[in-house]
Protein backbone atom coordinates (compact mmCIF):
# COMPACT_ATOMS: atom_id res chain seq x y z
CA UNK A 1 0.00 0.00 0.00
CA UNK A 2 0.92 3.51 -0.50
CA UNK A 3 2.30 6.56 1.83
CA UNK A 4 0.60 9.86 1.24
CA UNK A 5 1.85 12.95 2.61
CA UNK A 6 -1.16 15.83 3.45
CA UNK A 7 -0.28 19.48 4.01
CA UNK A 8 -2.58 21.98 4.64
CA UNK A 9 -2.34 25.48 7.11
CA UNK A 10 -3.76 25.49 10.34
CA UNK A 11 -7.05 26.69 9.63
CA UNK A 12 -9.72 24.78 10.31
CA UNK A 13 -11.83 25.94 6.96
CA UNK A 14 -8.61 24.68 5.22
CA UNK A 15 -8.47 20.65 6.45
CA UNK A 16 -11.14 19.91 4.13
CA UNK A 17 -10.33 22.56 1.54
CA UNK A 18 -11.76 21.62 -2.15
CA UNK A 19 -11.58 17.81 -1.04
CA UNK A 20 -8.79 17.22 0.71
CA UNK A 21 -9.51 15.33 4.39
CA UNK A 22 -12.28 13.22 2.19
CA UNK A 23 -9.28 12.27 0.33
CA UNK A 24 -7.13 11.21 3.18
CA UNK A 25 -10.15 9.23 4.27
CA UNK A 26 -10.91 7.16 1.38
CA UNK A 27 -7.36 6.43 1.42
CA UNK A 28 -6.48 5.75 4.49
CA UNK A 29 -9.70 3.38 4.48
CA UNK A 30 -8.83 1.66 1.18
CA UNK A 31 -5.62 0.63 3.70
CA UNK A 32 -2.96 3.54 2.81
CA UNK A 33 -0.65 4.79 5.29
CA UNK A 34 -2.17 8.36 5.53
CA UNK A 35 -0.03 11.21 7.49
CA UNK A 36 -1.07 14.89 7.96
CA UNK A 37 1.42 17.85 7.84
CA UNK A 38 0.54 21.12 9.87
CA UNK A 39 0.61 22.71 13.48
CA UNK A 40 -0.79 21.51 16.48
CA UNK A 41 -3.63 23.45 16.04
CA UNK A 42 -5.51 20.96 13.75
CA UNK A 43 -4.30 17.80 16.21
CA UNK A 44 -7.64 17.34 17.73
CA UNK A 45 -9.86 18.39 14.58
CA UNK A 46 -7.56 15.09 12.88
CA UNK A 47 -7.60 13.02 15.84
CA UNK A 48 -11.41 12.31 15.45
CA UNK A 49 -10.89 11.25 11.81
CA UNK A 50 -8.20 9.19 13.01
CA UNK A 51 -5.28 10.54 11.03
CA UNK A 52 -1.83 11.23 12.40
CA UNK A 53 -0.20 14.52 12.71
CA UNK A 54 3.04 15.40 11.54
CA UNK A 55 3.87 19.36 13.54
CA UNK A 56 5.39 20.99 11.34
CA UNK A 57 5.77 25.22 10.77
CA UNK A 58 3.30 26.65 8.94
CA UNK A 59 4.04 29.61 6.81
CA UNK A 60 1.10 32.06 7.78
CA UNK A 61 1.58 35.19 9.60
CA UNK A 62 -1.95 35.56 11.13
CA UNK A 63 -0.94 39.43 12.56
CA UNK A 64 -0.13 40.40 8.16
CA UNK A 65 -3.84 39.26 7.66
CA UNK A 66 -5.52 40.57 10.07
CA UNK A 67 -3.86 44.07 9.56
CA UNK A 68 -4.70 44.35 5.66
CA UNK A 69 -8.18 43.12 6.48
CA UNK A 70 -8.69 45.61 8.58
CA UNK A 71 -7.57 48.38 5.99
CA UNK A 72 -9.88 46.45 3.40
CA UNK A 73 -12.62 47.24 5.76
CA UNK A 74 -12.65 50.67 6.02
CA UNK A 75 -11.84 51.09 2.25
CA UNK A 76 -15.08 53.54 0.67
CA UNK A 77 -17.69 51.39 -1.26
CA UNK A 78 -16.51 51.29 -5.01
CA UNK A 79 -19.01 52.81 -7.69
CA UNK A 80 -19.30 49.62 -9.88
CA UNK A 81 -19.64 46.03 -9.12
CA UNK A 82 -16.99 45.39 -11.28
CA UNK A 83 -14.73 48.32 -10.17
CA UNK A 84 -15.27 46.36 -6.48
CA UNK A 85 -14.36 42.85 -7.89
CA UNK A 86 -11.09 44.70 -8.83
CA UNK A 87 -10.71 46.38 -5.94
CA UNK A 88 -11.06 42.91 -3.28
CA UNK A 89 -9.09 41.20 -5.44
CA UNK A 90 -6.13 43.86 -5.92
CA UNK A 91 -6.26 44.29 -1.64
CA UNK A 92 -6.62 40.36 -0.94
CA UNK A 93 -3.58 39.63 -3.38
CA UNK A 94 -1.29 41.46 -0.89
CA UNK A 95 -2.87 39.71 1.57
CA UNK A 96 -1.79 36.54 0.46
CA UNK A 97 1.74 38.12 -0.24
CA UNK A 98 2.45 38.87 3.11
CA UNK A 99 0.90 36.35 4.93
CA UNK A 100 1.13 33.47 2.99
CA UNK A 101 4.31 34.05 1.08
CA UNK A 102 6.59 35.32 4.30
CA UNK A 103 10.04 34.42 2.39
CA UNK A 104 11.52 33.18 6.30
CA UNK A 105 8.17 31.52 7.11
CA UNK A 106 8.21 29.64 3.73
CA UNK A 107 12.00 28.81 3.82
CA UNK A 108 11.13 27.35 7.68
CA UNK A 109 8.44 25.37 6.99
CA UNK A 110 9.50 23.85 3.75
CA UNK A 111 12.66 22.32 5.48
CA UNK A 112 10.63 20.77 8.32
CA UNK A 113 8.31 19.44 4.77
CA UNK A 114 11.84 18.24 3.88
CA UNK A 115 13.07 16.77 6.74
CA UNK A 116 9.63 15.05 6.89
CA UNK A 117 9.72 13.67 3.20
CA UNK A 118 13.30 12.05 4.20
CA UNK A 119 12.22 10.27 7.18
CA UNK A 120 8.80 9.25 6.44
CA UNK A 121 9.37 8.87 2.75
CA UNK A 122 5.67 9.53 1.34
CA UNK A 123 5.13 8.01 -2.61
CA UNK A 124 3.17 11.20 -2.43
CA UNK A 125 2.39 15.05 -1.47
CA UNK A 126 -1.45 15.94 -1.36
CA UNK A 127 -1.62 19.16 -0.48
CA UNK A 128 -4.06 22.33 -0.51
CA UNK A 129 -3.01 25.16 -3.03
CA UNK A 130 -2.29 27.51 0.22
CA UNK A 131 0.65 25.18 1.72
CA UNK A 132 3.63 26.66 -0.83
CA UNK A 133 6.24 24.96 1.31
CA UNK A 134 4.97 21.05 0.94
CA UNK A 135 5.07 21.84 -2.76
CA UNK A 136 8.60 23.73 -2.91
CA UNK A 137 9.10 20.37 -0.57
CA UNK A 138 8.01 17.73 -2.98
CA UNK A 139 9.62 19.46 -5.61
CA UNK A 140 13.08 19.53 -4.10
CA UNK A 141 13.09 16.02 -2.87
CA UNK A 142 12.03 15.12 -6.02
CA UNK A 143 8.19 13.43 -4.41
CA UNK A 144 5.38 13.48 -6.34
CA UNK A 145 3.37 16.28 -5.93
CA UNK A 146 -0.78 16.38 -5.97
CA UNK A 147 -2.82 19.98 -5.55
CA UNK A 148 -6.03 19.44 -3.95
CA UNK A 149 -9.11 22.58 -3.64
CA UNK A 150 -9.92 25.72 -4.80
CA UNK A 151 -9.25 28.55 -6.55
CA UNK A 152 -7.94 26.57 -9.29
CA UNK A 153 -10.84 27.69 -11.94
CA UNK A 154 -13.69 28.95 -9.54
CA UNK A 155 -11.80 31.97 -9.52
CA UNK A 156 -12.38 34.96 -12.10
CA UNK A 157 -10.02 37.76 -11.34
CA UNK A 158 -10.19 41.11 -13.94
CA UNK A 159 -7.07 41.82 -15.14
CA UNK A 160 -5.06 45.08 -13.55
CA UNK A 161 -2.19 46.72 -13.43
CA UNK A 162 -2.05 46.29 -9.78
CA UNK A 163 -2.81 42.37 -9.79
CA UNK A 164 0.22 42.25 -12.33
CA UNK A 165 2.43 44.22 -9.64
CA UNK A 166 1.37 41.90 -6.76
CA UNK A 167 2.03 38.89 -9.28
CA UNK A 168 5.47 40.06 -9.92
CA UNK A 169 6.60 40.23 -6.36
CA UNK A 170 4.54 36.81 -5.24
CA UNK A 171 7.42 35.28 -8.41
CA UNK A 172 10.22 37.82 -6.88
CA UNK A 173 9.41 36.18 -3.40
CA UNK A 174 8.94 32.62 -4.83
CA UNK A 175 12.64 32.87 -6.78
CA UNK A 176 14.48 33.56 -4.45
CA UNK A 177 12.68 30.71 -1.91
CA UNK A 178 13.42 28.42 -4.66
CA UNK A 179 17.17 29.54 -4.97
CA UNK A 180 17.94 28.67 -1.26
CA UNK A 181 16.14 24.98 -1.91
CA UNK A 182 18.42 24.96 -4.87
CA UNK A 183 15.34 24.89 -7.29
CA UNK A 184 15.68 26.72 -10.88
CA UNK A 185 14.00 30.11 -10.90
CA UNK A 186 10.34 29.90 -12.36
CA UNK A 187 10.97 31.67 -15.82
CA UNK A 188 8.07 33.59 -16.02
CA UNK A 189 7.26 36.86 -16.17
CA UNK A 190 3.86 37.83 -14.23
CA UNK A 191 1.11 36.66 -16.75
CA UNK A 192 -1.93 37.48 -14.78
CA UNK A 193 -3.47 33.98 -17.02
CA UNK A 194 -1.72 31.82 -14.68
CA UNK A 195 -3.72 33.02 -11.78
CA UNK A 196 -7.31 32.35 -13.39
CA UNK A 197 -7.66 35.89 -14.52
CA UNK A 198 -10.14 36.28 -17.27
CA UNK A 199 -11.26 39.33 -18.77
Known sequence: MGRF????????GHLDFGGLLETARILQEQGHDVLWASS???????????????????????AAELQTLAKLARAPKAPSREQGIARVITETLPIDLESLVSEPLVALACYAHMKLIAEWRPDAVIAEPATLPAALAAQASR?????CGYPG???VVPPSLEFEQVASKLYGRLDRVRKQLGLSPLKRVADPAVLFVAP
Open 143 to 147: TPLAG
Open 153 to 155: PYM
Open 40 to 62: QRLEELLSRENIRLATVPVAYDR
Open 5 to 12: LFSSLDLP
